[in-house]
């Protein structure tokens, strides 16, 4: 009878022993095996996004047009990550920066009924908890703002836009600091 009792016994730790052995092992590989840093071109591939040329005009998809009827477009002159700077009276702090040529009241339209963002690391993890705000840029440009008031921003690499003209495609662009 003692013998019964102990091989239970013994089962019954093995059982809840085996559990964590597997998983400091699985914890190891990872620890063994840190994320990979991606390119523009390697997130552009996995997403089936285009990687985006500044100073470009670009349609957005075609069933989204601005109140007049004409086509939506983005055509941004830069995109970069910016640690602290007034705008419109207010105070911004580890923001992305998006200077777009189309008039604010175009941009607006644009953000307000069709554009999305969507911001990725430099190892392709995603976020679209953010913000975004719009503003006047110099001669005549228009500028939109993505910011987080619990996020740094700055920490992103790339942007993703869209959709763009073709089935939901998305643009995506390079972050540089500024």
Do not use: H
């Not at 095996?33 to 390119?39: D, E, I």
């Not at 002159?77 to 009241?105: D, M, W």
């Not at 913000?131 to 920490?155: C, F, M, N, Q, R």
Request: aromatic share 8%; glycine share 6%.
């Amino acid at each position: 009878m003692n013998r019964k009792l102990l091989s239970l016994v013994l089962i019954l730790v093995l059982v809840f022993l085996a559990p964590g052995c597997g998983s400091s092992s699985t914890n190891q590989n990872e620890k063994n095996n840190p994320p990979q840093v991606v390119t523009l071109q390697d997130l552009a591939t996995k997403n089936n996004s285009t990687v985006g040329e500044l100073n470009k005009v670009y349609r957005m998809d075609i069933s989204n047009r601005y109140s007049d009827g004409s086509n939506m477009i983005i055509n941004f002159q830069s995109v970069s990550s910016v640690k602290s700077a007034t705008k419109g009276g207010s105070t911004f702090n580890n923001f992305i920066s998006i200077i777009n040529v189309p008039p604010l009241n175009l941009t607006r339209e644009m953000i307000n009924n069709a554009g999305s963002f969507e911001l990725y690391d430099e190892y392709g993890k995603s976020t679209a908890m953010f913000s975004v705000t719009t503003g006047p840029a110099a001669e005549d440009l228009s500028e939109i703002v993505l910011y987080s008031e619990k996020d740094d921003l700055t920490k992103y690499k790339y942007l993703s836009f869209g959709p763009m003209d073709g089935a939901n495609k998305t643009i995506l662009f390079e972050i540089k600091a500024q």
